[in-house]
């Protein structure tokens, strides 16, 4: 069988919960399961990502909207304070959701978040096309930060420290700077941990086009002059170009 993609649900339960919010109605999770076609007891699963996206975004708790029969907020609800629904119902029904995308819309077609950074380090997916399929900021960099998970192999590419929640993806020509298509490159990227992310993005550690580190005097670090740890498959090794290029922007 099929494994369910709760990201494809997530699409469809995006566009009823925000015809909701307009027109400042809840559901019930009866209700939403029967539009979507799914139980109502699988309704958590997909309300659990777009809890999520409401969270790092920032966003009303979009999920509030949904509730059990007798009015109540579900048990997976953790986005706001449960003894003051009334005020988050109402961040969420004032607030002016036409300006956001559907952040799922990538996954419309059956795609996964994980199945797209496959491809992306496959190099099978047009990239550009792919942007702006994807739209929402938040949603390539976790598409972006998977494909550099994999490239290098779930390890810093400066200190080699292996703890997923550290490891983030970084951009050699920056986000601001960046074309679409490079936006989702794996070459314009370098998977590092928090730590040496900001001190990258802050140019005080820079890499130079042979791959070795280098960093700014203020700094003490074992890693001045060494090399940078690079993806095994050379593909997906750092663009030298682009290295270059990011040297004489910052
Ligand atoms: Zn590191």
């Known amino acids: 069988m099929a494994e369910v993609n709760q990201e494809e649900r997530a699409y469809g339960a995006w566009d009823i919960l925000i015809s909701r919010a307009i027109n400042r109605k809840t559901i019930t999770y009866k209700e939403l399961g029967d539009a979507l076609g799914v139980h109502h007891r699988a309704c958590r699963y997909f309300l659990g990502l777009i809890q999520d996206f409401c969270l790092n975004e920032k966003l009303p708790p979009l999920t509030i909207l ?11 609800f953790t986005a706001w304070d449960v003894n003051n629904i009334k005020e988050g119902l109402e961040k969420v029904y004032s607030y002016n959701w036409n300006n956001i995308y559907n952040p799922f819309e ?11 950074a496959r491809k992306l380090i496959n190099k099978e ?34 200190c080699r420290t292996r703890i ?5 993806a970084a951009h050699i020509i920056p986000w601001s700077k960046s074309s679409e298509e490079q936006k989702l490159d ?20 820079n890499i130079d086009k042979d791959y070795r580190i280098h960093a700014d005097p203020t700094i003490k670090t074992k890693l001045i002059g060494r090399k940078m740890r690079l993806p095994e498959d050379e593909r997906l090794h750092p663009s030298k170009e682009s290295l270059v290029k990011r040297l004489q922007l910052i």
């Open 186 to 205: 794996v070459n314009n990227g370098i998977l590092l941990c928090s730590n040496h992310h900001k001190l990258f993005d802050a140019g005080l550690i």
């Open 106 to 116: 990538y996954a419309s077609n059956g795609e996964t978040k994980d199945g797209i």
């Open 66 to 76: 949904v509730v059990n029969r007798n009015g109540d907020i579900g048990q997976g």
């Open 164 to 168: 997923e929640v550290l490891l983030e």
């Open 125 to 158: 997916v047009d990239k550009k096309e792919l942007y702006a399929r994807v739209k929402v900021r938040g949603v390539a960099q976790s598409i972006f930060r998977k494909a550099l998970l994999e490239a290098y192999n779930y390890r810093c590419a400066f």
